[in-house]
């Protein structure tokens, strides 16, 4: 079975775990050819934190409030988007940070 490890830290994490976690982590099976946009619509159908805290699907973005790393890199919604999923794959979703 091909799957995707998914991170999501901080108080992102809290719809998911309850609260009091640093982070959520689990895996997400996919099926060959699926891209990350399927796979974020898939997971803000089937995730209603995931829809409210993370990924629109009304509007195709992220919320205002989250970053993502994927395969090592800061992700880019725009060029990532459309990139076929390989197994063993894993993104991480953070909270935005601002201040000094």
């Known amino acids: 079975m091909r799957a995707i490890e998914i ?3 901080s108080w992102l ?4 775990t309850g609260g009091g976690a640093t982070h959520y982590t689990f895996q997400e ?5 699926e891209t990350l946009g399927n796979l974020l619509n898939r997971l803000s159908s089937r995730l209603p934190p995931f829809g409210k805290f ?3 699907a009304d509007s195709q973005r992220l919320h205002p ?11 880019d919604l725009v060029k990532d988007f ?3 999923l390989n197994d063993g794959d894993k993104i991480v979703f953070l909270p935005v940070y601002a201040g000094g």
């Open 65 to 75: 409030q989250v970053n993502f790393i994927f395969r090592d890199k800061a992700g």
């Open 54 to 56: 993370i990924f629109d």
């Open 13 to 16: 994490s809290d719809a998911f």
């Open 7 to 9: 991170t999501i830290y």
């Open 82 to 84: 459309g990139r076929k």
């Open 29 to 33: 099976p996919f099926q060959e050819g």
